[in-house]
């Protein structure tokens, strides 16, 4: 059941909403709308003049096989990111739905990650993987691995994917747990008297009354992969070797800030604002007729 | 088909809560054995060793010539309707009702057979392909019937399945429920805190008080010749009417300074004890020639039935008879009362004190 609360007059909803509304005017349409108009700017090199160049600029990024690449990059890595941080989560909270007594410390302890600011799991897991002093660099040689994310590109694309993905695991964990949970116990006690494994009641009963929670989480880690993994990026790898591990986040920021072609930066950042706003609307859309049973 | 016993079963539930203290009885092939109590006796738990979803702390549960202390639940050969029934949501009626045969492994055409047949007896048919959400309580309550049924299992198992539907579709399906059981010949074991119910469907009936049995057989037996002040007052509704007596002599206990007659007095009994003394609302008879005159406080009238409550030699009473017998103004009324229908229990322990 709904309440509605009724205010008197105008005034006060409006001045209740206005922090809200200012916030996002700040933080999101001025910089929105600054991007939009800087992208049809070209600059000169020294910062001299500016010219209108309407969507040339967009031509110009899209037709680039760098730009294109970068959006295959970025495309595994957020296929990739989702992937290694949802399937230890589900698997972590099955165990934790399991877990009667002393739950609680269990569930701290795996929502801790998510507090960490992503520079620092960035910083954290370069460490952990360093050619020279690494704790899992050394066990890897020690296994006859061969290890050096800062000459290999495939090696430093999977550095930033263990280390996205790990902070994004505990995220996914509460909302899973919350999830399972959700699912009354007599459902899964129903399915052990008819007869079917713990394995066979996970597909055919836990996973697709999970669904709706899976279909969420699932956009949210890929708006996280592409928006939000700036920090550990910068952190471990600032994009290299090479530029195996710049994503388009990344791009936005080195041709901009680095390279200093704010035009074609505003581009990006103008199509990435577009892929945020279809991931939403997707979003909204199945959040409306939902993946329901 | 198959017989099932329980033999000294104990419940002890992490932290050391004790939910079932021992309990033994059987129920005979296709019995129908209904467990009852107040919350918390530990009926659900009881059921649930038997389903195998909780473990069994001591003692042995047999379901025909097989102790399934051990067993799986999936091998235990049993059905059970839960109280939420717990239909699973994303599955229509169809697989709902398939899922379990479909798991063992039935092939397709014979599990498509028992589903239809299933459905035609619970008159389902017409919604075997909707989702439980499109379903009312009681059509709800039919698929989980159906889906115990299917699997023709040798035990069903009820946990208080009729307690989430209004009070008329109880009244029919209790009776449909009985029905089945009977067609089917079925071996059954339902709990529930309903007396009616547990009267109307048992042919044993137990009732459980605290993770014991305190009284166990023919449901009519119990109603009659109740073991306890406990069992007495929870059978029956209007509850027995309890008051302090104290004995005469044989034969006769004295409530106030009102005299009553007693066939069944243990004989142990002196004059001069407390005693309390049962009467059934409806066992004291209004008459003209009655030598007990009880003052009226109050009427309810139930339609068929009316309900006096009154005083007795001082102890409060509710007494009920057949509509339009007495005037509804009326002050006092005369009873009389069948010897052998005053029960006597212990003051201390609540036991009965009958021979
Ligand atoms: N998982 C559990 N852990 C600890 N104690 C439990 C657990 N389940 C039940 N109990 C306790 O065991 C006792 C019996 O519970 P049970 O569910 O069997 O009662 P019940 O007779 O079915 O009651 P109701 O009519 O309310 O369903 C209760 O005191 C309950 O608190
Ligand atoms: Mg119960």
Redesign the interface.
């Known amino acids: 059941m709904e309440r509605k609360v009724v205010f008197p007059g105008m005034l006060l909803p409006y001045a209740l909403l206005a922090p809200q509304i200012l916030i996002i005017l700040v933080f999101f349409y001025v910089p929105a709308g600054q991007a939009l108009w800087m992208s049809t700017l070209l600059q000169d090199p020294l910062g001299l003049s500016v010219q209108f160049v309407g969507l040339e600029n967009f031509q110009t990024v899209l037709s680039d096989p760098a730009y294109r690449q970068t959006i295959a990059r970025t495309m595994f890595f957020s296929v990739a990111v989702t992937v290694c941080a949802m399937v230890p989560a589900v698997l972590l909270a099955l165990m934790a739905d399991r877990v009667?007594?002393g739950a609680m410390p269990y569930k701290t302890i795996l929502i801790i990650p998510y507090a960490i600011a992503p520079a620092v799991a960035g910083a954290l897991w370069l460490f952990l993987f360093n050619p020279s002093v690494g704790v899992v660099s050394y066990y890897m040689g020690r296994l006859g691995l061969d290890w050096n994310p800062k000459i290999d590109g495939s090696h430093a694309m999977w550095l930033i994917i263990i280390a996205s993905a790990w902070k994004q695991i505990a995220y996914n964990f509460v909302f899973f747990l919350a999830g399972l949970q959700s699912i009354?116990k007599?459902?899964i006690?129903?399915?052990?008297?008819?007869?079917?494994?713990p394995r066979?009641r996970f597909w055919?009963?836990i996973f697709?009354?999970l669904s709706p929670t899976t279909f969420f989480l699932i956009v949210v880690n890929f708006v996280y992969a592409f928006f939000e993994t700036f920090g550990v990026i910068h952190a471990a790898t600032q994009g290299g070797p090479g530029k195996s591990t710049e994503i388009m986040i990344y791009k936005v920021w080195y041709d901009g800030f680095i390279a200093q072609d704010l035009g074609r930066s505003a581009a990006q950042s103008v199509i990435l604002m577009a892929i945020v706003v279809a991931l939403t609307v997707v979003q909204f859309r199945f959040v409306e007729r939902k993946v329901h049973? | 088909m198959a017989d099932v016993s329980l033999t000294n079963v104990r419940k002890v539930y992490?932290g050391n809560v004790e939910a079932v203290k021992g309990v033994s009885f059987d129920i005979p092939d296709g019995g129908f054995c209904v467990l009852v109590g107040p919350s918390g006796c530990g009926k659900s738990t009881l059921l649930r060793m038997v389903?195998?979803?909780e473990a069994i702390t001591s003692g042995e549960c047999r379901i025909g010539a097989r102790v399934v202390n051990e067993v799986?639940?999936?091998d235990r050969d049993?059905?059970?309707v839960?109280?939420?029934y717990?239909l699973?949501?994303?599955?229509s009626v169809y697989e709902n009702m398939a899922?379990?045969l479909r798991?063992?492994g039935t092939p397709k055409d014979e599990i498509d057979r028992r589903v239809k047949e299933a459905a035609g007896i619970l008159a389902i048919e017409s919604f075997l392909d909707r989702?439980p959400r499109a379903l009312s309580g009681g059509q709800r309550q039919r698929v989980a019937m159906g889906?115990a049924i299917v699997?023709k299992p040798q035990v069903f198992l009820f946990d208080e399945p009729l307690s989430n539907l209004d009070a008329k579709l109880r009244v029919q399906m209790r009776v449909e429920i009985k029905k089945l059981q009977r067609a089917l010949g079925v071996t059954s074991i339902y709990v529930t805190h309903d007396q009616v119910e547990a009267m109307t469907l048992s042919d044993k009936l137990v009732v459980m008080s605290n993770g014991r049995v305190e009284q166990m057989g023919v449901p009519n037996e119990v109603y009659r010749k109740p073991a306890s002040k406990f069992v007495a007052t929870f059978i029956g509704s209007p509850p027995m009417n309890i008051a302090k007596g104290v004995v005469r002599g044989p034969g006769a206990v004295a409530v106030g300074d009102v005299v009553l007659p007693v066939s069944d007095m243990a004989a142990d009994l002196k004059p001069g004890d407390a005693i309390e003394v049962g009467l059934r609302p409806e066992d004291l008879i209004v008459r003209g020639d009655g030598s007990l005159t009880m003052q009226v406080d109050f009427i309810e009238e139930l339609g068929a039935t009316q309900l006096f409550h009154g005083t007795l030699g001082g102890a409060h009473l509710v007494i009920q008879a057949a509509s339009g017998l007495v005037p509804s103004e009326s002050k006092t009324l005369n009873l009389a009362i069948d010897p052998a229908k005053v029960h006597l229990f212990d003051v201390g322990t609540g036991a009965r004190r009958g021979r």
């Open positions: 009667v007594r009354p007599s459902l006690e129903a399915a052990q008297i008819d007869g079917a494994s066979r055919t009963i697709p009354l049973y | 992490a389903a195998g979803l799986e639940p999936a049993i059905a059970m839960f109280q939420n717990a699973y949501p994303h599955m899922y379990g798991n063992r989702k889906r699997r």
